[in-house]
């Protein structure tokens, strides 16, 4: 018998959160996971900072084995995503973040003021993308072809195959 695989996605918006703003990329991650194999509910969206920290807590809490947060990720003052995630990490995986980088600065330069964190926490992998909907497109397109073979890693099994 197969067993689920589960997925959730944090928006970090505080306008979203408070019902002035719609959040655009949410659905989008959450889609992406779907048409992946992964189940997954709503979109969490909480405000930005501490919220971002109990929303992937709780999700954790609960054995999501991918979360991907959305928003946060910049320089303005309320951006705190990164520094909300990082602690939970066991295991940082900058060149993650350093692709999303590179592939973003293709579109527009702005992509380089991100400050991303991925890695995992226990088995569960952790994104955290910007909140744009450029941004978490470029995301995804550099998980597409790894995603699978982190979570095999991380379980214990090689990934390997041929090249």
């Not at 003052?77 to 602690?87: F, I, L, T, Y």
């Not at 995986?93 to 702005?110: D, F, K, V």
Request: no cysteine; aromatic share 4%.
């Amino acid at each position: 018998m197969e067993t689920s695989r589960t997925a959730a996605v944090v928006v970090a918006s505080t306008s979203a959160a408070a019902g002035t703003a719609e959040d655009k990329t949410g659905q989008l991650i959450t889609r992406w996971l779907s048409e992946r194999g992964f189940e997954t509910g709503e979109p969490t969206v909480v405000a930005d900072g501490q919220p971002v920290r109990f929303a992937v807590d709780d999700l954790l809490a609960n054995d999501a084995q991918v979360v991907i947060v959305t928003g946060g990720t910049g320089v303005s003052p309320d951006d705190q995503s990164p520094e909300m995630v990082a602690p939970l990490l066991d295991v940082q995986l900058p060149g993650i973040i350093e692709a999303i980088r590179r592939r973003g600065e293709a579109s527009t330069a702005l992509s380089i003021i991100t400050r991303g964190v991925a890695g995992f926490s226990g088995n569960s992998f952790v994104i955290t993308l910007p909140g744009s909907t450029g941004g978490v497109k470029d995301g995804l397109a550099v998980l597409d072809p790894i995603l699978e073979h982190l979570l095999v890693q991380r379980s214990g099994g090689t990934g390997h195959g041929p090249r």
